[in-house]
Structure formats: C-alpha cells, structure tokens
C-alpha cells in the first residue's frame, strides 16, 4: 500500500464521522488559539476592512462548514463504493481527492494559528491562497466524479474567497502586523 496523508477510510464512510471530525478539530484549533483571551483584543484592536462581518458569525459559519464540507467527503466516498456509479466515476474517485481533501484540512487548521497566534497576516495570506488551491483541484475532481459533493463544498469556496478578501484587507490595513507597532513609526 502506497503512503498517503489522507484521512483513515472509515472517517469517510461514516457520515457521523465524516462530519465530527473536521467540524471537532476546527473548533479545537479555534480553542486552542483563542483560549487566552488574546485573540479577542487582537480582533479589537484591527483595522478591518469594509463588509467585515461581526465576530459572533465566525464560528456558527465555520461550523456549518466544516459539517457540508464533511458530508461532501462522505458523499463522494459513497460514490466511489456505489455498484450503480457509472465506471469512469468510481475510477476517479480513488485515494487523490482523499489526500486533496485532507491537506486543505490542514491548511485550513494553519490558518487560525498564522493569523491569530503568530500575529502574521502575510504568512496566514499566502497559506489561504494555497488553501483556495486546493479546494479549487479538489472540486475540480468531483465536479467530474460527484457533482452533489462539488456543490457541497461551494459555499466553502465562496467563504474561502471572502476570507482572502478579509485576510489581505486586515493585513493591508494594519501595515501587516497584529498586536504590533510598526517599527518605522
């Protein structure tokens, strides 16, 4: 069996697992960052930029997410197992999407440490634009394998873009730091 960094099989054909996994992770990753209280003062004290949306949205959004996100990889592994798929779908949908699904799940936890943790929207910046990557090849794999999984994750990929939008804003704004002064002052 060839090395993969996918996800164990079974958290794809369980539909409970499937969604807990990831929505439990991302929320220990949030809690994790956010448990000293520092992230809320950091917040505070940016610089946003215009639609920025208040703080409260963030984690039922995220939640929702992640959950769609889930089912989507739990739906395209049923697929993949369905004797009714027709041949070419069931081909495509072998152990590459998993691994593409897995490391935009990493990339996604990077984030929030980046951002927040490390104080570095520009490092948070280029890891979201690896992340859009991603998501954007793994939808490309199902919308020609699965298309419910596809349509599962755009609101994902709309999210991830708004985001971006944030992210560079933010960063922009505040000259690319988070908590700091700039030293040229």
Excluded: C
């Excluded at 703080?55 to 889930?70: C, K, Q, S």
């Excluded at 793994?138 to 020609?144: E, F, G, I």
């Excluded at 699965?146 to 960063?171: I, Q």
């Excluded at 730091?177 to 700039?182: D, L």
């Amino acid at each position: 069996m060839a090395w993969s960094i996918a996800l164990p099989r079974e958290v794809f054909t369980s539909p409970i697992l499937s969604v807990t996994a990831p929505t439990t992770a991302g929320l220990l990753v949030g809690y994790l960052v956010n448990r000293t209280g520092q992230t809320k003062r950091s917040y505070k004290s940016l610089q946003k930029p215009p639609f920025y949306p208040p703080p409260w949205l963030f984690a039922p959004m995220w939640t929702i997410l992640y959950g769609t996100m889930g089912y989507a990889a739990h739906h395209a592994t049923m697929v993949g197992y369905n004797p009714l798929a027709s041949s070419t779908a069931a081909q495509g949908l072998g152990t590459d999407w998993k691994t593409l699904y897995t490391s935009q799940l990493v990339l996604n936890y990077l984030w929030m440490p980046l951002f927040f943790g490390l104080r570095r929207p520009a490092w948070a910046l280029a890891d979201i634009l690896l992340l859009g990557g991603n998501v954007a090849a793994l939808m490309h794999t199902w919308w020609k394998t699965d298309r419910t999984a596809f349509w599962l994750m755009v609101p994902y990929a709309a999210w991830l873009g708004f985001a971006t939008y944030l992210n560079a804003g933010v960063g922009i704004l505040n000259r690319w730091t988070i908590g700091e002064k700039p030293k040229d002052q």
